[in-house]
């Protein structure tokens, strides 16, 4: 009889599964246990994207010095589009790294769901694992093309004397959190959509290409005049861009307001896309 | 006897949209949206019939699942049967937590690890060690439990020489192997499985089934579903029956396995068969009403000895004139393979014309049937091959290792095929 007493406790479960959607049932100690398979998607990305390549992850550095070669080629010596004070190819290179960190992890992220499907539908883990670790694995590579940037960098500020960092360069990491949280929630929100309704990857594929165009990566802030610079800084990540460079590069404009606006649009997206993906998670697979 | 009660699954049902995803749901989602912000019940929860596949269904919804409750025991191995259709896979993603159930609850106690796959998360760029680990910590271990127990898992695979080559140049057999050695490692309370058994050779199945009957040895829980049921009978102790998305019995593993492999069929019993049976093809022109089989003797009877004639008499109702009438008549297994097949046309090269009424078809088996279990099938169909009544597993019977001659016992332990061949066989010197 004592089967019945011990059956009947009801408190003791370690796991209940219920059809309910919580909104923010967020569970940090699970994605905690999980810690180890993050780490390992991270190694997944890194070593398999350039394997049997002769270069190997020098492809991560030779990808932006090209666009930066490019963008120096098309838009500075034929287009004549100025880049203020600073050097063109430093201006170039910090603008393609910041944006190849924003865009790729957006786009992979905005692909969550589809692209993983057959493993989601096989076996449970923490979904937003897959996403985070893109984050981790993207970070990574920002950091190897991060050094390219630096290393011409360090010739400015020490031979050429034409650049000095200033003390802002130290609050450049929590603009960089701030750039790669925003692409996150917004990957997450879409992924999240488009597990029902196909329609916004194809809104999202030129949308991301548009939106470079009103981040200053190609044309600085600076050459930006009159009522159009609104509508660049609408867009939450031109004072980030700006802040980092200001801080590293000792140049452009540090909008205190506008990166107020910026940290408030990231963490409601956060909030956002968590609720979101939480909820299409537990039954995508079924829609997907 | 440890009784603690580990899996509680309580009243889960599940709905599915039937046809195409993605084509009018927007404005389902919207009035969805719109009763629940009022507080109301979902709309469509409450329509979608029973999952019967073999009638159509007038919702666009269908349970999958409905209102299923059972319990597991610690170190119960329970076997889930049923058709394909029935639901199982369902339930296993609901376990599992790869879908979510529309309504019900599903209280675990440990940790719960799923195989619904062998080798999930793969990649083929990747070399063995590497997907050890990958698919190790998919499955829910942590680092430090793989590097615990890789040598046993590179062991137990059989693939030491090959584990820093890329699985991509892997065999299919390799993969599989490796796959099934992390997922047998695992360290989880309860086990979920699903068919895995079912891939990679002979040998390597032995293997696995010998690891799983290790693994509920050990105390472990594990809830298994397959369609082979002598393993699950080797495996499993209890068990339960889905049937269109209801847990139709529960019970001991052969009380479940029998009740499954009689379900649907009183008819496979008595021969009679319902009026209003679903018919799955056939003009309905006409219909099969009832078979009897009996013995040399005239004794009705389901099971036969080895060798001797099996008499069939069919009734069969007409309900509209039919020029040009062939019957057929075919025995398959259990399992549903058709092994011996005879019609009406063979004999005379005609087709019979039939008028509306009532008409007896006799005929008899006089090959002669190994040892086994068989069933009977029924065919009614025009000259020109358009069905006009067809039953699938009318008549379940056995035959029997006995035969009338005492030396014409069956002598073999087990049935080398379907059929007996008579041909002399001759052997010569060289």
Not at chain 2, 164 to 186: C, E, N
Request: net charge positive.
């Amino acid at each position: 009889m004592t089967d019945k007493t011990i059956s009947n406790n009801t408190d003791n479960w370690d796991s209940i599964i219920t059809s309910g959607r919580g909104y923010l049932d967020f569970n940090i100690k699970e994605l905690w246990r999980y810690r180890d398979l993050l780490m390992l998607f991270v190694k997944k990305d890194i070593i398999t994207v350039y394997k049997q390549t002769i270069l190997g992850p020098l492809w991560f550095v030779i990808q932006p010095m090209l666009t930066s070669l490019m963008f120096l080629l098309i838009f500075n010596n034929i287009a004549k589009i100025s880049t203020g004070a600073i050097p063109p190819i430093l201006f170039y290179l910090a603008g393609t790294t910041l944006w190849n960190y924003f865009s790729d992890t957006l786009n992979v992220t905005s692909k969550t769901f589809t692209e993983n499907a057959s493993v989601f539908g096989k076996v449970y883990f923490p979904r937003i694992i897959l996403p985070l670790s893109k984050v981790v694995s993207g970070l990574i590579k920002f950091l190897i093309q991060f050094s390219l940037f630096a290393v011409i960098l360090l010739y400015y500020i020490f031979i050429d004397k034409s650049i000095t960092p200033n003390w802002y360069i130290l609050l450049a990491p929590l603009w960089l959190l701030l750039i790669v949280l925003l692409s996150f929630s917004i990957g997450i929100i879409i992924t999240a959509l488009t597990t029902k309704y196909r329609d916004l990857i194809f809104l999202i594929g030129f949308g991301v290409q548009l939106a470079m165009y009103a981040t200053p990566v190609i044309i600085p802030l600076s050459e930006v005049h009159g009522n159009k610079k609104i509508f660049f800084l609408i867009n939450p990540l031109t004072s980030l861009f700006e802040a980092i460079k200001y801080g590293l590069l000792g140049k452009g404009t540090f909008y205190i307001n506008w990166l107020a606006y910026s940290t408030l649009f990231t963490m409601v997206f956060l909030v956002l896309g968590i609720i979101i993906f939480n909820k299409v998670e537990k039954r995508f697979i079924d829609t997907v | 006897m440890n009784k603690e009660v580990v899996i509680r699954v309580e009243n889960i049902s599940k709905l599915y949209r039937l046809g195409q995803v993605g084509t009018g749901t927007l404005s389902h989602d919207l009035k969805r949206w719109w009763a629940l912000t009022r507080g109301k019940e979902d709309p469509y929860l409450k329509i979608g019939m029973e999952n019967d596949r073999t009638k159509k269904s007038k919702s666009e919804y269908a349970w999958a699942l409905k209102d299923i409750n059972f319990e597991v025991n610690r170190g119960d191995t329970l076997g889930i049967i049923g058709k394909n259709g029935a639901g199982k896979s369902t339930l296993l993603k609901i376990l599992s937590r790869v879908t979510n159930s529309s309504t019900g609850t599903v209280k675990i106690k440990g940790q719960i690890a799923s195989l619904l796959e062998v080798g999930t998360g793969f990649h083929p760029e990747l070399t063995g060690k590497e997907n050890v680990y990958m698919n190790g910590a998919i499955l829910g271990m942590t680092k430090k439990q793989i590097t615990d127990r890789f040598d046993e898992i590179v062991a137990f695979s059989g693939i030491e020489k090959y584990i820093d080559t890329p699985v991509k140049r892997y065999s299919t057999g390799m993969t599989v192997r490796l796959g099934f050695a992390v997922a047998a490692h695992l360290d989880s309370e309860v086990l979920v499985v699903d068919e895995v058994l079912a891939v990679g050779d002979a040998e390597f199945q032995k293997k696995a089934i010998g690891e799983m009957k290790n693994i509920s040895a050990s105390g472990r829980t594990v809830l298994f579903v397959s369609h082979n049921m002598p393993s699950m009978k080797a495996l499993c102790n209890k068990g339960i029956l889905l049937k269109n998305g209801m847990v139709d019995y529960s019970g001991t593993i052969d009380d479940t396995i029998d009740k499954y492999l009689t379900s649907d069929s009183d008819m496979a019993d008595s021969g009679i068969i319902p009026v209003d049976m679903p018919r799955l093809y056939g003009t309905g022109e006409g219909r099969f009403r009832q078979v009897t089989l009996t013995d040399s003797k005239g004794q009705v009877k389901n099971e036969f000895y080895y060798l001797s004639p099996i008499n069939i008499e069919i009734d069969l109702e007409i309900l509209k004139d039919i020029p040009d009438a062939v019957i057929s008549i075919i025995v398959g297994t259990l399992d549903g393979e058709r092994i011996l097949f005879q019609d009406s046309f063979f004999e005379k090269l005609q087709a019979i014309p039939l008028k509306e009424g009532w008409f007896t078809v006799n005929t008899q088996i006089n090959q002669s049937l190994l040892p086994g279990a068989y069933s009977l099938y029924l065919g009614l169909a025009h000259i020109n091959g358009t069905t006009i009544d067809l039953i699938e597993r009318v008549s379940d019977f056995h035959v029997l290792k006995m035969a009338y001659e005492a030396n014409r016992q069956y002598k073999w332990d087990s049935s080398h095929g379907f059929i007996l061949s008579k041909e002399p066989i001759t052997i010569k010197r060289q």
